[in-house]
């Protein structure tokens, strides 16, 4: 499957290792926290010379409530910028660059170079704004109840459009959430 590719419906799909570059962090998407990490992203990525890819985020809390019911500042990240394919050995030319940008973007000091495998996962285009996303989680959480399938790491979004669009008829993101088989019940 291509990573930039996603159908209209849930559905079930596999991706091996990727690497990139990546922030971890905790605010609001949109929060001056976030914004900095992004923009430390894109400056270190631009200075790479590589070309310019989507925008990720891996998410999370640290809550056992609903993500939707806790606070937006208190919501945790992983953005990541991915490599292009065959570039996973750059790792002393990303640390120079960081070093280089940091001085004009101190958050560049947080970029890593990383790699991570998205695995098994059930996944979907969701179409229109963020706040839309819980009915399209909905339609993902009942495929993978009908699969026999439960969650099996952070929540994971591809912005194909800019992640600041506000005119939801523009907004296209890929949600993934990776999965493994339900435990058999106890006999």
């Not at 849930?10 to 605010?27: C, N, T, Y």
């Not at 439960?150 to 194909?160: A, K, M, Q």
């Amino acid at each position: 499957m291509n990573w930039y590719d996603a159908a209209g419906e849930p559905e079930p799909a596999e991706f091996g290792p990727v690497s990139g570059l990546s922030v971890s962090g905790q605010g609001a998407p949109g929060g001056a926290a976030y914004g900095a990490s992004v923009g430390a992203l894109y400056a270190v990525m631009g200075a790479l010379g590589a070309p310019m890819a989507p925008l990720e985020g891996r998410w999370w809390v640290e809550d056992e409530r609903s993500p939707f019911d806790v606070p937006r500042d208190e919501w945790r990240w992983h953005l990541f910028i991915r490599l292009p394919d065959g570039t996973g050995g750059l790792s002393g030319t990303v640390d120079a660059v960081i070093e280089e940008v940091r001085a004009g973007v101190p958050a560049a000091a947080r970029v890593q170079q990383v790699t991570f495998t998205v695995g098994r996962c059930v996944q979907m285009l969701h179409r229109g704004a963020y706040s839309d996303e819980p009915a399209s989680l909905a339609r993902m959480d009942a495929l993978m109840t009908a699969e026999g399938l439960v969650r099996n790491g952070l929540h994971h979004e591809i912005y194909l459009s800019d992640p600041s669009e506000t005119d939801p008829e523009k907004m296209r993101t890929i949600l993934r959430q990776p999965v493994r088989r339900a435990a058999a019940p106890a006999a």
